[in-house]
């Protein structure tokens, strides 16, 4: 009785190991992901959009559902993510959102309790992250919450200016939303039931 309690306690303890580090790296693997998108759209919004408005341009940015079929549109920055993400999800791997609370388009707030929780803590911390573990077996995915924080004038201006924004007093540097980064980990946790119970 006692060899079988030390081995299930060795199994749970190889397992939360092995879970933990699966974890880990789904953790560094989403803030890799939340910082490439960060910088496309800094690129994106300051090189791209910035440019072409000061050139003078004529440019329609539009969102994501109507600026293929708008002549001259083009995607906001936001929407610019957007499509990226349709076209990465596809694959079956990651997700990529941007949310806010002060949401300009109403599918673009929290949707869960958590994203909630985790917009308000990093738009107070804006140098940290907040990740998630949602889901069982292997439907698991490990959620995490990046500040996105204002770094083209363009984006200041849009929001500032758009009549359905709740907040018109941003300013460069500030936080006005989050990056939602989503990965799927049930096939880690999967193999990581499998190692405990090959090493007991």
């Known amino acids: 009785a006692v060899a079988g309690v030390i081995t299930g306690l060795f199994y749970m303890m190889i397992e939360r190991q092995q879970r933990d580090i699966a974890v880990n ?3 560094t693997t989403a803030k890799a992901i939340a910082k490439q998108v960060q910088a496309e759209r800094s690129v994106y919004a300051g090189d791209v959009i910035g440019k072409l408005k000061k050139e003078g341009i004529p ?5 994501l559902s109507t600026f293929r079929s708008v002549e001259g549109g083009v995607p906001l920055p936001a929407s610019f993510v957007f499509a990226t993400s349709e076209k990465v999800s596809k694959g079956g791997t990651h997700t990529m959102d941007l949310l806010s609370l002060w949401n300009i388009n109403p599918e673009q707030g929290a949707r869960t309790a958590f994203e909630t929780e985790a917009l308000k ?14 889901g069982e077996g292997h439907e698991a995915r490990y959620y995490q919450v990046t500040a996105d924080v204002a770094s083209a004038e363009s984006c200041v201006e849009c929001h500032n200016n758009h009549p359905k ?10 936080v006005m939303g989050g990056i939602v ?20």
């Open 181 to 200: 980064v989503s990965l799927p980990i049930g096939q880690a946790f999967t193999t990581a039931k499998l190692n405990a119970i090959t090493s007991t």
């Open 121 to 134: 803590f990093v738009a107070a911390n804006p140098d940290k992250v907040m990740g998630q573990v949602a």
């Open 59 to 63: 440019i329609v940015p539009q969102p």
């Open 25 to 27: 790296q789904a953790e």
């Open 165 to 174: 924004s709740p907040k018109h007093d941003f300013v460069l540097g500030d």
